[in-house]
């Protein structure tokens, strides 16, 4: 029927993604520029008898591809606007999906609190502390799973990159860092 498209600056891709599967800078770099770029989980081939390939291609192509499609309704949504005005953004989801099902249903505001309260980083991080998460991939370094809920809103890329790799980086992806409005 559509489809929402989360997208993340990619400075702060790379930070996750470095976590999440281990990796150095430059293998990271490589992940998100590879045109080829694919995830397969062979859990799923064991435990339901098919695979979980992922075409990805790289952050650029994957985001243009989403972009540039015209067959179904899409929404484009800043994974940073949804951390910073989660209220405003999830509520403009929640009306892009009632246009979407040709819904005349108003916002239901307090659910729309609630779901935003129940769905906060720390909540999510502190319950796949205690349960566990499917998302979690287990480590290669150590026996024990990579935590999915890794750093939130702390994950800011002008912190944590160094200033050689936030150069490289902005470099690559300059264009699209203009057009989703991350630099001028």
Do not use: C
Not at 21 to 28: F, G
Not at 35 to 52: A, L, V
Not at 99 to 116: G, Y
Not at 130 to 152: M, Q, R, T, V
């Amino acid at each position: 029927i559509g489809a929402i498209y989360i997208i993340r600056d990619p400075r702060n891709v790379i930070t996750s993604l470095k976590n999440h599967y281990e990796m150095n800078d430059d293998d990271a770099l490589k992940w998100m520029t590879n045109k080829k770029q694919f995830i397969y989980d062979e859990r799923n081939f064991k435990e339901e008898g098919f695979s979980s390939f992922q075409f990805l291609s790289s952050w650029e192509i994957n985001y243009r591809s989403w972009k540039s499609q015209n067959q179904i309704p899409l929404k484009i949504v800043r994974y940073e606007d949804l951390m910073d005005k989660t209220y405003l953004v999830f509520k403009e989801i929640v009306e892009f999906i009632n246009k979407t099902l040709n819904s005349k249903k108003k916002v239901n505001k307090i659910k729309l609190r609630n779901a935003v309260q129940s769905t906060s980083f720390n909540k999510l991080k502190s319950h796949e502390k205690k349960y566990g998460f499917s998302e979690a991939i287990s480590s290669k370094k150590k026996n024990d799973k990579i935590p999915f809920f890794f750093l939130g809103p702390e994950n800011d890329w002008k912190k944590i990159l160094t200033e050689d790799q936030a150069r490289k980086l902005t470099n690559i992806f300059e264009e699209n860092l203009k057009e989703l409005s991350y630099i001028k």
